[in-house]
């Protein structure tokens, strides 16, 4: 899986805006994760116990928000909110299609001390 190389990643991002703060300590960070991502928070979780343990943010809280897929019917030209078990337009029922949404992560906040 992705998750060690996604990890990394964004703990370079919250530590470098920690750092413009001027921070001692991340004491929270909230992370949005595209519910296509296919990302498993708690690999997440697990790979910044160990990349975090020596920086500022050892001992972080991690949140995880989820960011909902978006469908688009291309005959309503209609783009709305994938349900769980449902690709239909809810106008036309037609088949819908995926648009590029849902498979994004991104660090939503960062709390510093
Ligand atoms: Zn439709």
């Known amino acids: 899986m992705h998750e060690l190389a996604l990890t990394e990643k964004m703990l370079r991002l919250v530590l470098t805006e920690a ?3 001027q921070a001692e300590k991340i004491t929270k960070i909230k992370i949005c994760l595209g519910e ?4 498993i928070k708690d690999c997440v979780a697990y790979y910044f116990q160990l990349s975090a343990r ?3 943010a050892a001992g972080a ?9 978006k469908l688009f019917c291309p005959d309503c030209k209609l783009e709305f909110e994938k349900t769980p078990r449902d690709f239909n337009c809810p106008v036309c029922g037609g088949l819908s299609r995926l648009t590029g949404s849902g498979r994004e992560w991104f660090v939503e906040s960062i709390e510093v001390e």
């Open 19 to 21: 750092e413009r703060h």
């Open 36 to 39: 296509l991502s296919g990302i």
């Open 54 to 56: 020596d920086t500022i």
């Open 61 to 69: 809280e991690l949140e995880f928000g989820l960011s909902t897929a």
